[in-house]
C-alpha cells in the first residue's frame, strides 16, 4: 500500500517532536506516511525540520510558507502542530482542501473554536484526528483494563493532584497568556481526557482558580537551565525568550469534580508550586483502590484489593488475562503486556507520538474510527473550560452548558480577539 503523503503544519518544538515520533515509526518498519511538506510561516522553522526530515527519511520535503502552497504536492494528509489559536482556521481549510487532519490538543482555543472545528469535520468525509499522547501510554492502558475489568469494583472517588512550577515558564510564554492558551487549558486538556479515558464523563465542576504567579522567570534567557523543556527540544526557541514576563492565565484551580457514573473527584492542578513538586492519580472503588504513576514515566500502578495487601507489577497483569497492547505499541514498547517500562522521556515521547500516528493512517485507511476525534477533544477542552468558567462566576457549572455555549463568560474575550464572539 501506497505511503499517504503527509505535511506538518507548524515547524516549531511541536513539530519537531512530531518529526521525530514519525521517524521512530518508521525505525519500527512502519511507512505509513510519506513527508513531503514542511509549512511555517518562520521559514528557519520550516527549513530545520526538512533537514533533519531529510536525515531521517532519505528525502527532504518541500519547504512553504502559506498553508494553500501544500496542494502542489499532492498533500493528503496534515499534521497540525502550531499554537492553538491557528487550529481552527487550519482545520476548516485543511478539510475544505480534502486532506485528512491530525490536531495537537487543545483541538482549539476556545469551545466555540473547537465545536467549529467538530463541525467541519463532521460535514466532511475527511478524518480528524486529535494528537492526545496521554492515554496511549502502555501503564494507562493498563489501568483502563484494571478498572474496566472491575478489579477495584465500582469506583466511588478520583483524587487527581498535580503540584509543580513555582514562578518559572512552562516550556514557552504562549502558555501563560490567555489569549493564547493558558496553562491550565494547555496541560488540562491532557488531564481531562485522561480521566474520561478511565472514569467516563465528567459532569459537572465546581472550582476555584487563582493567578497566583503574574511574573514568570525564564532562566534560559540568561544561559539557565530551564525548568521545562521535553524531550530538549525547546532550549534554542526557549534562549530567544525574555527573561521575565507578565503571565495573564490562571495557574491553579482547586476543583470537585461530579461524574455521570456519580463518582466524585478532587481536582488540583497548581503550576505555582513552590517546593517538592506532588502527583497522585488514585481512584477509589467498593472493593480496592488503584494509584496511577505520572504519566509517561513509565512507573508502576500500586493496586490495593481489600483483604489482599498491594499488588504491584507483573502480579496485575494476572488479573486481566486478556490484556494486550495494540501491534504498534507493543513493538515500540517491547511486549504486548507490560505493567512498567524504562525509556528515557525523549525515547517515550517519541514512542507515544509514533503511536498517534499509527492510528491516524490506520483511520484513514478505514480500519477503525480515530481513538480521540473531534468530539472528544471538543470535550476536553469543554472541562478545562468549565473548571475556569466555574472560579470566574463563583458556583458550579456543568459541562453541558459549557459545550453548548451556554455560558463562556470567561472565553468572551478570547473569542473576541479570534473574532468568534
Not at 515520533?21 to 518498519?29: K, V
Not at 472560579?391 to 455560558?407: D, K, N, S, Y
Request: hydrophobic share 45%; charged share 20%.
Amino acid at each position: 500500500m501506497a505511503p499517504i503523503r503527509l505535511a506538518i503544519i507548524g515547524c516549531g518544538g511541536m513539530g519537531h517532536r512530531h518529526l521525530y515520533g514519525l521517524a521512530e515509526l518508521h525505525r519500527a518498519g512502519w511507512d505509513d506516511f510519506a513527508l513531503v511538506g514542511a509549512c511555517d510561516p518562520v521559514r528557519a522553522n520550516a527549513e530545520s525540520l526538512a533537514d533533519q526530515a531529510a536525515e531521517f527519511f532519505g528525502v527532504r520535503p518541500i519547504v512553504v510558507s502559506e498553508l494553500d502552497q501544500l496542494a502542489a504536492v499532492g498533500v493528503e494528509a496534515v499534521d497540525v502542530t502550531t499554537t492553538p489559536r491557528a487550529h481552527h482556521t487550519i482545520a476548516a481549510a485543511t478539510l475544505a482542501h480534502g486532506w485528512h487532519t491530525m490536531i495537537e490538543k487543545p483541538v482549539g482555543l476556545t469551545v466555540r473554536a473547537s465545536n467549529l472545528i467538530r463541525q467541519a469535520a463532521d460535514a466532511s468525509d475527511r478524518v480528524l484526528s486529535v494528537a492526545e499522547n496521554y492515554r496511549r501510554d502502555p501503564v494507562n492502558r493498563l489501568a483502563k483494563a484494571l478498572l474496566a475489568a472491575g478489579v477495584i469494583g465500582q469506583p466511588r472517588l478520583l483524587i487527581h493532584h498535580s503540584i509543580d512550577g513555582g514562578d518559572q515558564m512552562l516550556i514557552s510564554v504562549w502558555r501563560h497568556q490567555k489569549d493564547q492558551s493558558g496553562v491550565l487549558l494547555d496541560v488540562g486538556v491532557h488531564y481531562a481526557d485522561m480521566i474520561e479515558y478511565l472514569l467516563g464523563e465528567v459532569e459537572l465542576v465546581a472550582a476555584q482558580t487563582r493567578l497566583h504567579e503574574p511574573i514568570r522567570k525564564n532562566p534560559a534567557a540568561n544561559g539557565g537551565t530551564p525548568t521545562a523543556n521535553p524531550a530538549g527540544v525547546y532550549g534554542r526557541w526557549q534562549k530567544e525568550m525574555p527573561a521575565t514576563f507578565a503571565a495573564t492565565a490562571e495557574d491553579a484551580v482547586y476543583a470537585t469534580l461530579v461524574f455521570k457514573s456519580g463518582l466524585v473527584g478532587q481536582y488540583i492542578e497548581d503550576h505555582a508550586g513552590h517546593g517538592p513538586n506532588l502527583w497522585a492519580r488514585q481512584i477509589y472503588g467498593s472493593a480496592g483502590s488503584i494509584s496511577l504513576p505520572v504519566d509517561r514515566s513509565g512507573g508502576n500502578i500500586s493496586l490495593h484489593i481489600a483483604g489482599q495487601g498491594e499488588i504491584r507489577a507483573d502480579d496485575l497483569l494476572a488479573l486481566v488475562p486478556d490484556f494486550r497492547l495494540d501491534t504498534v505499541t507493543a513493538r515500540l514498547f517491547g511486549g504486548e503486556r507490560l505493567a512498567e517500562y524504562q525509556f528515557s522521556f525523549a525515547e517515550t515521547d517519541r514512542k507515544l507520538l509514533a503511536v498517534e500516528y499509527a492510528d491516524f493512517a490506520g483511520a484513514i485507511r478505514g480500519e477503525h474510527a480515530p481513538e480521540v476525534d473531534a468530539a472528544q477533544g471538543a470535550r476536553s477542552v469543554a472541562i478545562a473550560y468549565a473548571l475556569l468558567e466555574s472560579g470566574a462566576l463563583g458556583r458550579p457549572v456543568t459541562v453541558a452548558e459549557v459545550l453548548a455555549e451556554q455560558l463562556g463568560d470567561y472565553q468572551y474575550s478570547i473569542n473576541q480577539g479570534l473574532a468568534l464572539a
